[in-house]
């Protein structure tokens, strides 16, 4: 059984069908590149995993838990980055993480032993009684990927992690989510970067207009399709290569 594990799932807004019967499974301890251009679904299926959005048709499961039927449950495994985050600029990392914690219900002082453990993980220490607003991008990505951890979850998924960062704020990101499948959890991430894909992911999926076209490894999908690299693979499995 896989970690998470999705079939036959659908989503439609209107007359618009963002996912046509998808099919994915990830592996327990793996890092997923969940790739695809923007508007081919992604972020809908990370949204359906966390209960954000509810699915049309299908089935979805988080370490064997029905993610339709049983969210609550569910959710209890997950630690969620969404695309976009809205943080209270005026709190510090150390405060709104205390009351993320606390909401996950964990006591004030474990909430706060796990704050200092895992902001030496992701290089924040230094920045947790400052003042959101005044951090960096990247460094409030990096508030924002410790409110996913907080609670220790076995599953992790990131939406558009690295968009919008600078090279080195991106590869500390991708480190992080590398280290953390090392220590056994799962990590799902979506992204259209692919370079970002091939220095840290175990699997890939590409997804175009809500179907997975193609799933492998890095290197397995580059010799399938005769590519140098991931960008070229799509281009060819989306049809415009």
Not at 4 to 24: F, N, P
Not at 33 to 39: A, D, H, K, L, R
Not at 114 to 130: P, S
Not at 138 to 145: A, D, F, L, T, W
Request: proline share 3%; net charge negative; aromatic share 4%.
């Amino acid at each position: 059984m896989g970690a998470i594990e999705i079939k036959g799932l659908k989503k439609t807004y209107k007359d618009v069908e963002a996912l046509r019967g998808l099919d994915l499974v990830v592996e327990k301890g793996e890092v997923y590149g969940f790739c695809g251009p923007n508007g081919a679904g992604k972020s809908t299926t990370l949204k359906i995993l966390v209960g954000l959005v509810h699915a049309t048709d299908g089935e979805a499961s988080i370490k064997g838990i029905d993610v339709i039927n049983d969210g609550v449950e569910a959710r209890k495994h997950i630690g969620y980055l969404p695309e976009s985050y809205g943080m209270p600029g005026w709190d510090t990392p150390r405060k709104f993480l205390t009351y993320m914690g606390i909401l996950s219900g964990m006591s004030k002082e474990d909430a706060a032993k796990a704050i200092e453990e895992i902001a030496a993980e992701i290089n924040l220490t230094e920045n947790l009684d400052r003042r959101i607003k005044t951090l960096s991008k990247g460094n409030k990505q990096r508030v924002g990927i410790a409110q996913a951890l907080i609670h220790d979850p076995a599953i992790l998924l990131f939406d558009e992690p690295t968009t919008g960062l600078d090279p080195i704020g991106r590869n500390e990101v991708l480190d992080a989510m590398k280290a953390f499948a090392d220590k056994g959890k799962t990590v799902l991430f979506s992204t259209h970067i692919l370079s970002d894909v091939e220095k840290i992911c175990d699997t890939v999926g590409i997804i175009h207009e809500g179907v997975l076209m193609e799933q492998g490894g890095p290197e397995e999908l580059r010799q399938k399709h005769g590519a140098k690299d991931l960008d070229e693979v799509f281009l060819k499995v989306a049809g415009h290569g």
